[in-house]
Every structure is written in structure tokens, then in C-alpha cells.
């Protein structure tokens, strides 16, 4: 059995499918960063943007990441606002990528558990 005698080898296999969209729940939620904090700072367009330095972000060098995905666009002024579309756009991309990956390794891994097991006695290997 791949996932033990314990009789759980049906519901263990429900896990298989519950961890990739706990995965992606947890991308969902903002965590807090330079990003957040402009978006409680209700910098979402341009007219409300506001200056890193006003918001507790020291060094406008941490925007970076963001500003080359353009998800944080900076004014001619130097401030800085959100993107609020391509930031939800971004993080449904990586929670897609993550639980993908997530559910391709555990889809290897029951394929393979059999496999992995320690060698049978008497085995020429």
C-alpha cells in the first residue's frame, strides 16, 4: 500500500489534492512588505500615491522587484503606487505555478513510493 496499513490510505490521498490549495491560499494572502504597506497606505493610483520614506519603507531600493514586474509603478515625482490588477494577476500566477508544482511532486512521489521502499530479501541489488 503507498500509504501504509493504517486504513487512512483514502483519506491520505485527499491530502494529495488539500495541500496544493492550502499552498495557493497562503500565496493569496498579502504578506506584509513593501507592497502591503503602500496598498494600507492607500497608494492604489497614481493621484494617491505616496513617498516610501512617509510609509516606513527606508531605502526605495526594496520597491525594485516590484517596480520590474510592474506591479508598483513610481510617478515622475517619486512616488510610488500599486498596481492593485497586475499585483492580483501576479499572485493567482504564483499560486497556479506553486500548487502545480506542489501537486506534481506529490503525484511523483505516491507514483514512486512503491519504488522506495527498502529492497525485497534475497534481492540481486
Known sequence: MPF???GGGGLGAI???IL???IAAMFFRQPSGPVSKLIKAGAVDPETARRPERIDIPRPFILEPALKRRIVQ???DGRYWVDLRRN???RIRLAVIGGVVVFALGA???ALWPHLGPLPAG???
Open 4 to 6: 501504509g496499513g493504517g
Open 15 to 17: 491530502g494529495m489534492f
Open 20 to 22: 496544493p490549495i492550502s
Open 74 to 76: 513610481r510617478t515622475s
Open 88 to 90: 492580483r494577476r501576479y
Open 108 to 110: 511523483a512521489a505516491w
Open 123 to 125: 534481492s540481486a541489488r
